[in-house]
């Protein structure tokens, strides 16, 4: 907690200096998937995760991982978008009566290409490919490059609710796996956003979980958010979730 009010007190005041994006940006925080739309070319976003953290307790092992994941994202145009994502620091804590075993350090990294498909009708659509560059601290890092492929597709429900479905495809060290992430705005303001998600995965994925989260923009280019997902069956996580920052650049 502390180092999330630090780094907190660093974004706003480094804010005070930046040049915020003159139009609204849509982010992909929060949620598992990401949003079904590109930045316009030569825009760029950065979206912070202040932290993201998943909690499980097994066979009287509990494991908490906190990740502060960045991801830095550039328009290309041509409807294409540039991330570079990583992890500048991932605490893993893992406690039994016997023992409990701490480790933190960098997490990996990871380049992805986004493409935002032409639209169907009343839905977008976006993918979303990644490589893992193993540059994370030893024992966080995974011994071959992860690799990921995700789809969105966006809409509008005929009360006029927002909606999305994600489904995405991971391959890392443990196999692969499938998750499939539908979700649906409970508000939709200029200033604040709320929706509701459940998250199903098979594999490495696997295990069922459900939750939402709340956003609140107090302008445009400038997002904070909050989420939490709940696990359903003993496959999931029990909490996954967290806190994060989203800053539109000109």
Not at 182 to 187: A, E, F, I, K, R
């Amino acid at each position: 907690m502390r180092a999330a009010l630090r780094l907190t007190a660093c974004v706003c005041a480094a804010s005070a200096g930046v040049a915020f994006a003159a139009e609204p940006v849509e982010f992909d925080r929060p949620g598992t998937g990401f949003s079904a739309s590109v930045l316009a070319p030569g825009a760029v976003a950065w979206e912070q995760g202040l932290p993201d953290v998943e909690r499980d307790a097994d066979a009287g092992v509990r494991t908490t991982t906190r990740t502060f994941g960045s991801v830095l994202r550039v328009g290309l145009g041509a409807s294409l978008e540039l991330q570079l994502a990583g992890a500048p620091h991932v605490r893993l804590s893992e406690t039994s009566a016997d023992d409990r075993l701490r480790q933190h350090g960098a997490g990996d990294g990871r380049v992805g290409l986004k493409w935002a498909l032409p639209a169907t009708g009343d839905l977008d659509w976006a993918l979303l490919a990644q490589y893992g560059l193993r540059t994370g601290s030893a024992g966080l890092r995974p011994q071959r490059h992860a690799r990921s492929l995700g789809a969105t597709v966006a809409g509008d429900t005929a009360a006029g609710r927002g909606f999305s479905v994600f489904s995405g495809y991971t391959r890392d060290d443990d196999g692969s796996g499938w998750q499939l992430a539908p979700s649906l705005d409970v508000h939709s303001g200029a200033t604040f956003g709320s929706y509701v998600e459940a998250v199903v995965g098979s594999g490495i994925e696997r295990g069922v979980r459900a939750g939402g989260g709340l956003t609140w923009q107090p302008r445009g280019a400038v997002q904070l958010d909050v989420s939490v997902l709940r696990g359903i069956d003993r496959d999931a996580p029990d909490w996954t979730g967290g806190l994060g920052v989203s800053v539109g650049l000109r």
